[in-house]
């Protein structure tokens, strides 16, 4: 998210805005537009194309976005590879208690050896 201060008055989807007010856009939530997405609440790594906002865009893309993917791909990748039966234990599942950072603090698997 991210919050700017208005600066002229402006009529947006039929509310008043004024100079000083200020606005927050969860831009996040546009990574689940179902006119852009197909089952966008499906976690699919596979989707092509992915337009997604993950790590912003334009000039305010994230530098390292690119690393990152790649890491997660070799990662997970190699997790599965390794590790091909398990299970999650998704009653004790913790996740980040806040609004703005999504993410799981504790996630308990069980998994046997090959």
């Known amino acids: 998210m991210f919050a700017r201060t208005v600066t002229k008055d402006v009529e947006l989807c039929e509310h008043a805005l004024r100079p000083g007010e200020r606005v927050m856009l969860g831009w996040a939530s546009a990574n689940r537009d179902p ?4 089952n966008p609440d499906v976690v699919d790594i596979d989707r092509s ?3 997604h906002l993950a790590f912003g865009v334009g000039i305010h893309r994230c530098i390292g976005s690119y690393l990152a993917r790649m890491m997660f791909e070799v990662v997970v990748g190699e997790f599965l590879r390794r590790v091909p039966h398990y299970t999650v234990d ?3 599942v913790k996740f980040y208690e806040t609004r703005q950072v999504n993410g799981i603090v504790c996630l308990p698997i069980s998994y046997t050896s090959l």
């Open 35 to 38: 006119d852009v997405f197909k």
């Open 49 to 51: 194309p992915n337009r």
């Open 90 to 92: 998704v009653d004790k």
